[in-house]
């Protein structure tokens, strides 16, 4: 059984930074990434890492403050997110794309690339 469990998400001031953890299992995985979504507001990309570690991709508003990587041997990726601003506030999902899926780079911006989803950790950035 497949599955993605993140954690790390937390109330915290503008400015703070926090580490967000995704745990997977049940199969080997391609490409995961990060997505999130605030109230009201449609689910966005963040930022996602290749199974080699050698292809990273951030979106325009976080990719000077967000690191994305992953550990291969404990099947985990993480989201170092650094200098949080309001507008970060939203509910962050771990998503993966099966290993050996064929896509272009640009496919991995958008929702439907991602096979399997986790149900997400809360983060809050107080202003």
């Known amino acids: 059984q497949v599955q993605l469990a993140e954690s790390g998400g937390g109330l915290v001031q503008a400015g703070d930074s926090l580490r967000l953890s995704c745990a997977a299992s049940g199969r080997t995985f391609g490409t995961m990434g990060w997505f999130r979504q605030a109230p009201g507001k449609e689910r966005e990309f963040v930022a996602a890492?290749?199974?080699?570690?050698?292809?990273?991709y951030y979106s325009d508003s976080v990719k000077v403050r967000f690191t994305i990587s992953r550990d291969n041997a404990k099947n985990t990726v993480y989201l170092v997110m650094n200098r949080l601003k309001p507008e970060d506030t939203a509910v962050y999902y771990c998503?993966?794309?099966?290993?050996?899926?064929?896509?272009?780079?640009?496919?991995?911006?958008?929702?439907?690339?991602?096979?399997?989803w986790g149900q997400g950790t809360q983060v809050t950035v107080s202003s």
């Open positions: 890492i290749s199974r080699s570690r050698t292809s990273t």
């Open positions: 998503a993966a794309v099966t290993a050996g899926t064929d896509y272009s780079s640009s496919d991995y911006y958008s929702v439907p690339a991602y096979h399997y």
